[in-house]
């Protein structure tokens, strides 16, 4: 018997925010990221019969995904490379550095390892989400990453500002020891 | 009633306090009962270090979620496939 099972009616509820954030970092815009999502559960529920349960749902999912990510630099850059045009050339001379981005220091520029380490570390976050209760995680992700008013989150689930708090609370204390066991 | 004006408080309410100062969101005056409890309370000083810690690790990777609109209008266009496929 396979180890893990399929079911693609929770797909959404479980894996659509992690998939989301995996594929945020990669891609670095809003729409094309949920478009990417969106098009690895239609195919994963196309090549259902292919999951041998080995891996998790999860796991082949982000699989698929990758491909997509992949598929989708494929096509844009078929078409960048066609239109682009360098107008950041120096005059000065074709030596080493002529180009004008060769010259300036970017502060903002990180390592590759610090971008190693946030994408982990944000794929380590949403793990431990994960593992909370539902009404708990959404309520955290909605105060905390997605920044939303008290009074807001208050009306969408009718609950009361002290019982938000109290969510807050439980939520944290659980994500702090989740990623204490996990990442620190 | 008016609550009495006390600078001691209860670990559940620093611990409330500290929450509420994560988000921006605690008063002056809640901000100084906390302080004052952290002074004393071992248990609620750890708790404020990891709450602490807790928020630079989210912010430093700027993690992203979906927001519930767009999550929803995702469930919608596949609840309708998984239909077809049914």
Redesign the interface.
């Known amino acids: 018997m396979p180890k893990h099972q399929i079911n693609?009616?929770k797909?959404?509820d479980l894996y659509?925010?992690y998939l989301?954030?995996y594929t945020?970092?990669r891609v670095k815009d809003r729409d094309t990221a949920?478009d990417l999502?969106?098009e690895t559960?239609?195919a994963g529920?196309k090549s259902m019969k292919n999951f041998k349960g080995e891996a998790s749902e999860r796991t082949w999912l982000v699989s698929i995904l990758k491909r997509k990510i992949i598929d989708h630099y494929r096509k844009i850059n078929s078409k960048k490379g066609k239109a682009e045009v360098r107008i950041n050339f120096s005059e000065d001379g074709d030596e080493d550095g002529s180009w004008l981005e060769k010259r300036v220091a970017d502060p903002f520029d990180k390592t590759a390892e610090d971008n190693i380490?946030?994408?982990e570390?944000?794929l380590a976050?949403?793990h431990c989400l994960s593992k909370l209760p539902a009404k708990q995680a959404?309520i955290f992700?909605?105060?905390?990453?997605?920044g939303y008013d008290?009074e807001a989150i208050c009306n969408?689930f009718d609950i009361t500002a002290s019982n938000l708090?109290v969510i807050?609370?439980r939520a944290?204390?659980s994500?702090?020891s989740c990623?204490?066991e996990n990442?620190l | 009633m008016n609550k009495k004006r006390t600078l001691f408080i209860a670990c559940e309410e620093a611990n409330h306090n500290c929450d509420k100062t994560q988000y921006n969101e605690a008063t002056i005056w809640e901000k100084i009962k906390l302080t004052f409890h952290l002074i004393y309370c071992k248990a609620c000083r750890e708790y404020s270090n990891n709450n602490a810690k807790l928020t630079e690790l989210i912010k430093d990777p700027k993690i992203d979620c979906l927001k519930p609109k767009e999550k929803e209008k995702i469930k919608s266009c596949f609840e309708k496939e998984l239909l077809e496929q049914d």
């Open positions: 693609p009616n797909w959404i659509s925010d989301f954030n945020i970092t949920q999502v969106q559960f239609f529920l380490e946030n994408t570390l944000g976050i949403h959404e992700k909605m105060k905390t990453i997605l008290t969408e708090w807050i609370h944290r204390t994500l702090a990623l204490e990442w």
